[in-house]
């Protein structure tokens, strides 16, 4: 830095000199040209020195951490045309006083910390062709003197705190082609309309209301209208059609309501057509037929009728096809060739699964679940060799499950529940190496289980329960090695359960009720250490309950009931803490009830019927020392020890113990229930009593918020129970209105809340419960797990939690309103539910607990390790924070090291595989190249820098096309591309400015 600053010394001549200042260019007539500064910190005292340089027409300072506000002797530069200052660390207002540079044309101050409301004055520069001011924190309106740039052709507002109404004299910027704007509300001025230049309208996640104005149809230049997450309402004005040019129509997630247009055949330049989650009704229009360009057309969730347009599956381009919960109907799914993804699940189609469909030779989704289909799965299908996704499932399909779907050896899912389907499982589904889901469960199968299934070493979920499959369970199913959940319930199956279980590491959830197996449990259950539903009920096991069971710390669930065992109940199971749900009714068991640990919260109906059980809970028979049978009670050297075991253990509880409060139920303080979800009954006392008065043996972990406990309510529901510090809510009407707001916010990957309870004593929040814990305990140990983290998650599962997790932070930046930032993503608050599907928890109670402050905190949010370095230096947060924390967990999921221990980040890219966690690169050798990948996309997201940070729309869409392409190797990357263009297509904006403008 010194040696390029010494030079700029007025006292030693001019910049243009015979030496020369370093980083100046000049023009043949010896004035200053060009100031070229690349990666130099600039202190003020030299950026004094610039405002010297009055002939300077273009000062690029973008990206060299400037800090402070922006020195008023920029003003001076009068021969300024154009000035970069973008990806700095500027703070305080916009200087009124750059109204003076009336040459300027170029004005980029984007990514900085800038505030304050934007300038009149600026409305002096009349020459200005691009304004970019996007992320900074600008608040106040758009002022009404933007109409005053006669040539503007570019307007970037956006990731600001700008409120208020769109001004109409938007309407006056003649050249304007690109607008881009966030927070407004109220509605779309008319006036917009005289835009006759723009090219892209981007008002997309704003509070916009009212109707879309027919006046947009003025705007012939149009290419991309994006207007979609906002509060619009009304029809789709057919004066749209009026738009020529347009290629991207999104108006998805509004409140639009009416029949989609006719008109809109007559776009037929248009490739995406996105109205999702929207109040349409309706038929969709014929006239689709003319969109020969539509590569995409997306309608899920509205409520449009009458049958799928035979046309539109004949359009030449159409790639992707989403009509998801709607009203349609038919006897007839029509179909294109060319197809690569259908979804119109949740409908009422009838008629049969078109044969026609085995033509889509580039189909790799095909989701047809939800309807009233009939007769036949098609043996066509089976010539899909793309196809990933196979979901059937909930209609009235019957006949054989056909062979050639072996065939499509893509496959990762098959889902074909709940219909009618007979005959046997096909042994060429053994040929199906990537298949991870595979659910044949509630149908009308026979014949036995194939061994071949123990060939599928991708499988996570076998569901073939509620059939008549018979025969014994094959020893080869043993053989899976990341198989995570097994039901084969309700079946007919004979045998003994294989001694090899134990081979199963990962097993989650054994269910195999409703059988007829035999013999004993295999002592080795006990070595599977992630078990955490063991169902064996209603079967005619015998012997002794294994005591390894004792060895399941994460066990949640343990169902023997009407079996054969005899013997006493091994005192070890009581070391089984997470133990919620036991049934050992209905056997021969005899002796003395442990009361020990777990079994303390369990009553009489878990151990009813067993004749020779005796002692608490149950009301009867009391245990005798005097028994001469030995079997109503305890030997004397197994009492003995127990006696001790609980004494040490007791005394260890109370050395250890913290301080805690006890619920008293005298203390009936009067509070409200609320709850989000119509199946889900509870009060105050249900929450008290399942979790034993908020007991430690009930506690899950430990927060910033507060503690989380472990709740199973009378019906079964299994809750996870946040009780809030008090200290850190106020009581308040905004606690009730705030939190109501989050009960609203619904998607897959995000957790659940399913109420909440709120009195002036008392502030508890209801979850879902996810049985897998965090992704920090299965990648480090210390909760699910702790075994290595390539033992417990294969590369397959990591990214598909990476996936869910970017989609679940995508929602909450672009698919709620208001936008949330979580501010504190991290690998202990993904969620892990019983299909190892992420779910980010604790996103918005950050804000329900500093309800007085804005986003913009005055303090570190986040953890350490997580943070990113422009919350440490300046407390500023935005969507951005939340794309560093998230590359730091896609670190975590590379490279199974925590964040503290992954060193210098700049360090890493360099290191080639050895970076990766070595049993996760040696167990996917052919994904090497998409490892790198992954490694590079977090490496971006972890950049120093907010600005080249991908938006997390990019971040989802780059991921879905790594994960793509691990399933089609084979198939060119343009296909690949077209599967994400659904995702892509949210953040889709053309560069700024153009290059030949960044060349003045």
């Known amino acids: 830095m010194a040696e390029h600053l010494m030079s700029w010394d007025p006292s030693k001549g001019t910049p243009c000199g015979a030496q020369g200042w370093v980083g100046i260019k000049c023009r043949r007539d010896n004035s200053t040209g060009l100031v070229q500064v690349v990666s130099i910190v600039l202190p ?34 009068t021969a300024l045309e ?31 910390e800038l505030t304050g409301s934007i300038p009149e004055t600026l409305a002096n520069l009349t020459n200005l062709e691009a304004l970019v001011l996007s992320e900074n924190s600008l608040s106040g309106s758009i002022p009404p003197a933007i109409g005053s740039f006669p040539v503007l052709r570019v307007l970037y507002l956006d990731s600001n705190n700008l409120s208020g109404l769109i001004p109409p004299e938007i309407g006056l910027l003649p050249c304007l082609q690109k607008l881009f704007s966030n927070n407004l509300q109220g509605p779309i001025p008319p006036e917009i309309g005289n835009l006759q230049s723009l090219e892209i309208l981007e008002l997309s996640s704003n509070q916009l209301s009212g109707g879309i104005p027919p006046e947009l149809g003025n705007m012939t230049s149009l290419v991309h209208l994006d207007l979609q997450f906002n509060n619009l309402s009304g029809p789709i004005p057919p004066d749209i059609s009026l738009l020529s040019r347009l290629e991207v129509l999104s108006l998805g997630y509004n409140r639009l309501s009416g029949a989609i247009p006719y008109e809109v055949g007559l776009l037929f330049s248009l490739r995406l057509m996105y109205l999702p989650n929207n109040s349409l009704s309706g038929h969709i229009p014929a006239d689709l037929e003319h969109l020969k360009m539509l590569t995409q057309v997306d309608l899920d969730f509205n409520e449009l009728t009458g049958s799928i347009p035979k046309q539109l599956g004949f359009l030449p381009n159409l790639q992707a096809l989403f009509l998801q919960q709607n009203k349609l109907q038919g006897k007839h799914v029509h179909f294109v060739s060319d197809q690569s993804a259908m979804d119109l699940s949740g409908n009422y189609l009838s008629g049969p699964v078109p044969p026609e469909l085995g033509n889509c030779s580039l189909l790799t989704v095909l989701n047809l679940a939800d309807n009233l289909l009939t007769g036949t799965v098609p043996e066509e299908l089976g010539s899909l060799s793309f196809l990933a996704s196979l979901v059937l499932e909930n209609n ?6 056909p062979s050639s779907l072996g065939n499509c050896s893509g496959l990762i899912a098959i889902r074909l529940g709940h219909n009618r389907l007979t005959g046997t499982i096909p042994e060429s589904f053994g040929l199906l190496t990537h298949l991870q889901t595979f659910d044949m469960s509630f149908n009308g199968l026979t014949g036995k289980i194939p061994p071949q299934i123990g060939l599928c070493k991708s499988l996570l979920s076998l569901a073939l329960n509620d059939n008549a499959l018979k025969g014994s369970i094959p020893t080869e199913l043993t053989t899976l090695p990341i198989l995570q959940f097994a039901s084969m319930a309700h079946n007919k199956l004979t045998g003994v359960i294989p001694p090899t279980l134990d081979s199963l590491a990962q097993l989650q959830v054994l269910n195999l009720e409703g059988n007829m197996l035999s013999g004993s449990i295999p002592a080795k259950v006990g070595a599977i250490r992630d078990l955490r539903e063991l169902v064996l009920s209603s079967n005619r096991l015998s012997n002794n309950i294994p005591s390894s069971l004792g060895s399941l710390l994460f066990l949640t669930v343990l169902l023997l009931d009407k079996n054969n065992f005899t013997g006493t109940i091994p005192p070890t199971l009581c070391n089984c803490s997470s133990l919620m749900r036991l049934n050992l009714s209905s056997n021969g068991l005899v002796g003395e009830i442990p009361r020990l640990g777990s079994f303390l919260r369990f009553q009489a109906d878990s151990f009813a019927r067993n004749t020779g059980l005796c002692g608490p809970p149950l009301p009867f028979p009391r245990c005798s020392a005097a028994d001469p049978t030995g079997e109503a009670v305890l030997g004397p050297a197994v009492a003995v020890l127990a006696v001790l075991v609980f004494v040490v253990l007791l005394a260890k509880w109370f050395h250890l113990r913290p301080v805690q409060v006890t619920y008293d139920p005298s203390e009936n303080v009067p509070g409200k229930m609320v709850v989000f979800v119509n199946n889900f009954v509870c009060d105050y006392d249900d929450i008290v009593a399942a979790t034993g008065g908020f007991d430690d043996s009930h506690l899950l972990g430990k927060g910033g918020f507060g503690a989380v406990y472990d709740a199973v309510l009378p019906d079964g529901s299994h809750l996870a129970v946040k009780r809030l510090r008090n200290e850190n809510v106020a009581n308040d009407p905004s606690f009730e209105a705030e939190i109501s707001t989050l009960g609203l916010i619904k998607h897959r990957n995000l957790v659940s809340l399913k109420g909440f309870y709120c009195s002036a004593q008392e502030k508890l929040l209801f979850y879902d419960y996810m049985p897998c814990g965090s992704l920090h305990d299965v990648l480090h140990g210390g909760g699910v797990a702790s075994a290595s983290p390539s033992t417990l998650l294969s590369w397959m599962a990591r990214l598909r939690i990476a996936v869910g997790t970017a989609r679940g932070l995508l929602y909450l930046h672009e698919g709620c309103s208001p936008r949330i930032i979580h501010r504190d993503v991290k690998s202990s608050n993904i969620l892990l539910d019983s299909d190892m599907e992420p779910h980010i928890a604790d996103f918005g109670l950050a804000r329900l607990v500093e309800n007085n402050a804005t986003h913009l905190t005055t303090g570190i949010a986040g953890t350490l390790g997580y943070i990113a370095p422009e919350v440490v230096s300046t407390c500023r947060l935005s969507e951005k924070t939340d794309v560093y924390s998230f590359g730091i967990v896609l670190l975590e999921l590379l490279t199974g090291r925590k964040p503290l221990v992954l060193g210098n980040l700049g360090e890493i890219q360099g290191k080639g595989m050895e970076t990766f966690d070595s049993e996760l690169a040696s167990s996917s050798p052919s994904s090497g190249p998409v490892l790198v990948q992954m490694m590079q996309l977090a490496l971006h997201c972890t950049s120093d820098w907010p600005s080249r940070r991908p938006s997390m729309s990019k971040v989802v869409a780059f991921l879905e096309l790594l994960q793509e392409s691990l399933l089609r190797e084979e198939e060119e990357s343009k296909q690949l591309l077209l599967l994400t263009d659904r995702a892509d297509q949210q953040s889709e904006k053309i560069s700024l400015p153009s290059d030949d403008m960044m060349e003045r």
């Open 396 to 401: 009235q399909l019957e006949g054989k499950v």
């Open 44 to 77: 003020k005292a030299s950026l004094d020195e610039i405002g010297n340089l009055t002939q300077l027409t273009v000062l690029y300072l973008q990206q060299n951490q400037l800090v402070g506000k922006i020195p008023a002797e920029l003003c001076d530069l």
């Open 82 to 112: 154009a000035l970069y200052l973008h990806s700095n660390y500027l703070t305080g207002p916009i200087p009124p006083e750059l109204g003076r540079l009336k040459k300027l044309a170029v004005l980029l101050l984007f990514s900085n």
